[in-house]
Every structure is written in structure tokens, then in C-alpha cells.
């Protein structure tokens, strides 16, 4: 659509600009301002540099939290993206069941983060949870609250429950927006069903999949309250993910330098992913 | 390549369908010669799709039977018949080459590649793609684009129809006339049977040995573009077919001939009327002329369109249009027409009296 | 064919399961759940259900809730609808990079924002009350709605703008009278997600309230670690929560599929 160029439009965007600059930009100063200064409490502040950033590259914790972040990420994403796009494929593209399906889809991604980790709480308990008798029962041993890789395991499960919804919309979305000469042209050229998927849908759903992977990954990052309600982070620190991290830094401690510091590099690194993800993805279409 | 036949073919998209109106295709039988080139026109809505379709394999029938060389093919798979479509919105596959989209369907029949290569080579020099063909399909122009689907027909040596839905709707106007050609040089070359869907009657006329006109789900007359002009078998022809289209008159049948507005008018099938029914005179505006007596009338309008003009004027109550050449003179006020007896007819409730329906 | 759907159908049977869980426990009683397992309530009780009905640091928590939900959402839709009109029809200064600055927003992290907003609100005396987590999740809503509602409105052809100026129209008249008829389905969509994300957040809006604005979502993490195990009442308070979501599906279920189709979620 051809626009007009207008500079009084500005009036119209203006209140957008002035909540989103409230509420943004003044929190993301107090951060940098922190990040750059040490207290003793008393609100007496001294510059400190970038010393913050210099410990936070050094913390053990930190690079530890950052690894698990991506190892949950990388395993949310290799798990989400295919089944969600698996369960798009086995919808009905019409007909009354639609709407069915598309209101039960969409069910758990409504449901509050911390309702979220309580239900799998009570879904998980060893001895009267639905998931961890059965579990056990299959003999093998299972307790999310002792051990890492039960923990881990129940974690993962609990996004894909969460989250794979999210992908199936986006992707289903897409499907249905395929005009249907395609699939009878495919049918006429004699492809077999894989050849649909891969010249066919795939192509036509790259959009879609790219928006998907992007939302994945930056809410996978800041993943909080389901796994804090779950697990608490534990057993001991091991599924103690990025956002655990900060929180217990800001809330706790009455450093608030390296926290800010935290914050600074948490969401650059978001930005900075996102933005290198988008462009790879989209520099194809521009050609 | 196949003869096409078609026996009492209905269809309904309805599970249950009651009545006649419940069926989008109406009883229908039809034969098609091997190697022909056909058109199926008629308004949006008159089922014309649906017949393409049906003969595609993307529907199966409610009734009836369509056979290719006697081989019943009714409820047989679109890849069992071994037709090819052209859609009319181009279908590629984006992240092909043209030369990819070209072999698409011979690697789906596991044709050898080097068999590929000639075949491909061929058709791409035939629909002038030669110098795209390893470019990104996505990048072609909707005309270019078009000609990959056709080609994906093209390529399969033993294809029994081609069939085209309104291809040229999405292409520019000043291409649709080369495509149009490209398309009725290329049946020339091939001798394959194509079938054409279109709304449009030039397409339709200019492509076709033989046009099938469809109304409401049925046929209303299937004849050569000259036939369809000078005898529609039905007033919807008339009116759809030409332009402008048929003067329809309502008339009275007497001793063999028409009586309108008083005067008793000379018609070509005048024996066969039976004078039951809604009757009317049906007359194509080509076959009026001015005379100096006859049918009473009055000029209204005259128009120029180009090597002839149209003029409009009213006779009895009724709205007449003739063509006269240019140069002709057009008297103003009152004036006389006469009507060609060999291309006037009698209709009778829509058809043309003494037609096999 | 067939295969697709039990996969399909496996998969909301999995969906299910955790929420049939969830409203199993709710009607259990408390030694029934510490008795052991069972698939279904053997004494079948509301007892949770009538604590939380009954006590007003739950019941208040829901209003609570509700009431920051809905401020926020009609705050984020009134506020971006200009914008996003703005957005889809006019070029003016920045615009690109002023559409991009807002997105990334939604790219930020809540625990990073949690600090300082705790101060900023106490700052401005907003502090514990509904408006305090209205506005704070209005950072990630505002972006979400523009974009939404932009996809929706370059959908509209400009036409339509022009005719209605040439008829006499206002732009305010215009806009109301005629303009937002026309996306309403757009509307819908951005306020749906505009709940969803102010409905289900739990970080900003536990640490922005203390006492008088406790949200459910608050209320609910105490009862989990203070009062040990009332396991009955906390599934009890989960299913309640579930309701409001699945009304609001209900409601705009023909458009979500709209909504995602535009790619803009």
C-alpha cells in the first residue's frame, strides 16, 4: 500500500509512545544506572565502571544458568517446532470438529504460568500424581524433587504442554491459508504426499515457522514462573534458568550492580539472537 | 490422448440431494474426440468447474460414468487418469527452479533423468522458457508463471487431456492475447485433447473447434463457434454468445410464421414451431437491415463501435438493435427493418423451436 | 487419513489430562489426597471450592485480578488503536525504527524489568494497587496490540478512508463511525491476547502488589509454600482461574485462527 508521508501522525502514535517510553524507558536508565555504580545502601552511589559486566563474564553462576538456558531452549525448540507442526498437519482443514479442536488447542496457553506449574506440581507427584505413579509403576524411578533428570524431564514436558499450542495455531494458520489449486495441482503432477509436504507446504509455511521459532525462543528464554513454582529452580540449582537467576540476584541481594548488570546482557543477548535469527531468515525473501 | 465420454453424468455437493436444484451439474451426456480442443463457457456458477473437475478425478461423481477410450475412469485418482490441469491461478512451486517445476512431474512417475532432460529441453523451447529455466520459478511474471503450469502438462508425453480453468484470469490484458495464441499454436503442434474453462466468449471462440455453452448446471447447446453464432439452440446463447448479443421478441406463431407487432415475419423454422409455450422471434443484430418497408421502427441511438455501428431503435414497444456498416447512412425518426429469414428463429420457452433437447 | 486424527486426538488427550487432573484434585478432600492415588474422587466434596467463595483474601485476589486485567486491556486497545492507524496508513518521521523500538519490548525479559519497576511504581504511589500491574504489563500489550491491529487495518483498503473523508466525515467520526466497525474482528484478536498475557503473567504482578491488590496468581504461590500441603485448594483456585480463558476462547474462537493467519502474534 502506498503511504502518505505525514508527519502529524506523530499526534497519533504519540500515546503510544509516551507509555511505552514510561514504562521502558525510564526502568532501562535505573538498570543501566546501576549497572555502572556501587551502593552501600543509604542511596549513596559511586561510579564503579564496568566492573559488574567484568564479574558477570567471570561468574561461574551466571555461565552456568546461561548453559542451562540454552540446553532447555535448543531441547524446547527441537521438541515444539516439529510436533507442533506435525499436529497442524493432522487437523481438519474444514468442517464442525475445527472449531473444537482450534478451543481445546488453545486452552493451555490461557491457563495463568504459575496455574501452569502448579498442575504439573500436582500432575507429577510421585505418589498420588497421575504422571509420576505412572511413572514409577513402570518401574522406573522417578522423584522431580530429587533427581535432575526426573526434574529435567518434567520441566520439558511441562512447556511442550504449554507451549506446542502456540506452534500448532501459528502453523495450522498457515496451512489453511494454502489455496487449494496447489494441492489439487500436486495431486494432477502425481506427488506423493511427502513431495506435498516438502515443495508444497513447507515452502508456503516458512513465515509462519519463522514467527514461531522466534516466539519460542525469546519466551523459552525468559522462562519463569512455571519452573520456579515446579521446581523452584532445584534440585539444588539444576534447572536454575537464566530469569531464576536474576530475580534471586535482584530480589535478594542488596547489591543491585550486578543484578542491573545481569539484566543488561540477558536482554541483549535476546535481542541480539532474535535480531541474527530474523535477518538469516528473512534475507532469502528479499532476493 | 483419449476420446472423452460422458454418460449421464450428474453431481451434487450435497450428501442428500432432494431435488434438481440440489445438483450443481445436471444430467449431462458428451463426446469428445481424441485430439480435439474444446471450450466450456457459460456465466460463473453454471457448473462448468464442476464438469472439469469431475473429469479431472478432483471430484468423484454422484452418477453417471466418464470414460477415457472406453476405460471407465469415474472414480479413478487424477494420477490414474493421467490428465493435466492449468488453474486459474498459476501453481508453482516456489522453491524450484523452472527447470525443477518442469520435471516435477515426470520424477514423480520416476522417469530417467537424461529422458527428463530432453523432454524438459523441448517443452521449455516450445513455451520460449529456455533462457529462465534455471532461474527461481518465484520470480517469474504471472504470464511466465502460467506457462510453467502448462508446461508441467506438457512435459508428460502420454497426458490424455489438458485442461485449462480460466487460465489467462490473473494475466495482464495486452499478454492474454499472446497467451491465447501461444496456447491454440501449441494444440496445433501437440494434438493433444485440451479442454478450456472460461466465462469469456472470445476465448472461448477464438480457442475452441467445439464450445460447450453451460447455464444453471446444464448444457444449452455444444456446436463450433460458427454454429453457436448462427444458430443458438437456446436465447441464452444468443444473448451470451455475440456482441451485442440476440434480440429476443416475443412473437405469435401463425401458419408457419412469426407474428410481431402485427407484421407476419419470414423465420427459419417456421414448420417445426408447435406455437405452444412462451414464443418469441430470436435474431442476432448482424441479420437486420434497414429496408424501406417492413417492420415499423424508430431510431434512438446510434453508437460507433469501430468497422460497424450499433444502432439501437425501437419497433412495437420493443428494443431492437441492428449493426449497420460504417459509411452506411442511418436515417433519423422512422424507419423500417427486415429481418434475414435464414437467421431468424422461433423460440419456445427458451428453445429454439424443433431443437433436439 | 485415519492416522492423522488419533495423532491429533492423542495429542488433546494429552492436553487434557493435567487439566482432568487438575479438577480431580479440586473435589477431592484433604485426606482422600494424602491417602494415596486415585483416578477420581472416591468422597466427592466442594469444601475447596466454598473456602474460596467464602474467604475474601481469595475471592478478593480473583477481583483483583480481573479488575487489572480488563484496565490493562482497555488501556493497551484505546491507546494503540491511533497508533496502529497511524502505523498502516501514514509515513512520518522514525516511524521504522520507532515500529521496531516498540516491538523489542516484547523481547525483554520480565525478570529484567521487576526491580525497577518496584520502584518506579512506589515512585509515582501506584504501588499495590490494580493500576500498578495494568500499566506495567501495557510495556509487552501496547507492542502486541499495535502490531496486531496493523496487520488487521492494512488490511482495510484506504479507499474506504478516502470515501468517508469525501462524504463529509471527520477523522474522529469517521474513525469511530466507520473505521472501527470495519476491524472489529482485528479488535477482538488484540484484546483477546491482551488478556491472555495480562491474565496468565505472574512475576511483575506478584512483585508490583503486596497486600491490598494481591492478585490470584499470588495468592495462590502462599497457599503453595505457607500452608503446606492443601493440595485440594490449590487445584481448587487453579480450575477457577481456567474459567475466564476458556469464556474468553469460547468467545473469539472463530477469530484465532484470523488472528494467527496474519502471522502477527
Known sequence: ?287 | MAEIRIDKLRHSYMANPQSEDDYALKRLSLTWQDGGAYALLGPSGCGKTTLLNLISGLLTPTEGTISFNGRDVSHASPEERNIAQVFQFPVIYDTMTVYDNLAFPLRNRGVPEDEIKTRVGEIAEMLELTRTLNNRASGLTADGKQKISLGRGLVRSDVNVIMFDEPLTVIDPHLKWQLRSKLKELHLRTKRTMIYVTHDQTEALTFADQVVVMNQGEVVQSGTPIELFEMPQHTFVGHFIGSPGMNVLPCEVRGGRAVFGGEAISVGNGEKATGKGRTEIGVRPEFISLANSGIAAEVIRVADAGRFRIVETRSHGHLVKLLVKEGEQVPTGQTFLAFDPEHTQIYEDGWMAGARR | MRKRYIVLTAYIVFLLLPIYWLINMSFKTTNEILGGFSAYPREFTLDSYRTIFTDPSWYGAYINSITYVLINTVISIVVALPAAYAFSRYRFLGDKHLFFWLLSNRMAPPAVFVLPFVNLYSAVGLFDTPWAVALAHTLFNIPLAVWILEGFMSGVPKELDETAYVDGYSFPAFFIKIFLPTISAGIGVAAFFCFMFSWVEMLLAKNLTSVSAKPIVAAMTKTASTSGYELGLLAAAGVLTLIPGAIVIYFVRNYIAKGFALGRV
Request: hydrophobic share 55%; glycine share 6%; proline share 5%.
Open chain 1, 1 to 287: 500500500m502506498n503511504k502518505v508521508v505525514n508527519n502529524r501522525a506523530w499526534w497519533l502514535v504519540l500515546p503510544v509512545f509516551a507509555m511505552v517510553l514510561f514504562n521502558a524507558l525510564l526502568p532501562l536508565m535505573t538498570v543501566v544506572n546501576y549497572s555502572l555504580q556501587e551502593t552501600f545502601g543509604n542511596n549513596e552511589f559511586f561510579w564503579s565502571g564496568a566492573i559488574w559486566f567484568e564479574q558477570l563474564l567471570h561468574d561461574d553462576q551466571f555461565h552456568a544458568s546461561l548453559l542451562r538456558q540454552i540446553i532447555f531452549t535448543s531441547i524446547v525448540l527441537v521438541i515444539q517446532i516439529p510436533l507442533g507442526l506435525a499436529i497442524a498437519l493432522c487437523m481438519p482443514r474444514s468442517g464442525p470438529w475445527v472449531s473444537v479442536c482450534l478451543v481445546l488447542l488453545a486452552l493451555p496457553l490461557l491457563v495463568p504460568w504459575n496455574v501452569v506449574g502448579s498442575m504439573w506440581n500436582i500432575m507429577a507427584l510421585p505418589d498420588i500424581g497421575l504422571l509420576g505413579k505412572a511413572i514409577n509403576s513402570l518401574g522406573i524411578p522417578y522423584n522431580y524433587t530429587r533427581q535432575p533428570i526426573s526434574a529435567w524431564f518434567t520441566v520439558v514436558l511441562m512447556d511442550v504442554w504449554h507451549w506446542t499450542s502456540l506452534v500448532v495455531l501459528l502453523c495450522y494458520a498457515g496451512l489453511v491459508a494454502i489455496p487449494d489449486a496447489y494441492y489439487q495441482a500436486a495431486k494432477v503432477d502425481g506427488a506423493k504426499p511427502w513431495a506435498v509436504f516438502r515443495y508444497i507446504q513447507l515452502p508456503k509455511l516458512k513465515h509462519v515457522l519463522t514467527i514461531a521459532i522466534l516466539l519460542r525462543f525469546m519466551d523459552s528464554f525468559m522462562i519463569y514462573t512455571e519452573v520456579i513454582v515446579l521446581t523452584g529452580g532445584g534440585p539444588g540449582s539444576t534447572t536454575k534458568f537464566l530469569s531464576i537467576d536474576l530475580v534471586q540476584k535482584a530480589l535478594g541481594g542488596f547489591d543491585l550492580g550486578p543484578a542491573a548488570a545481569f539484566s543488561i546482557v540477558y536482554f541483549l543477548i535476546i535481542l541480539l539472537v532474535s535480531w541474527l535469527f530474523y535477518t538469516l531468515m528473512m534475507r532469502d525473501e528479499a532476493k
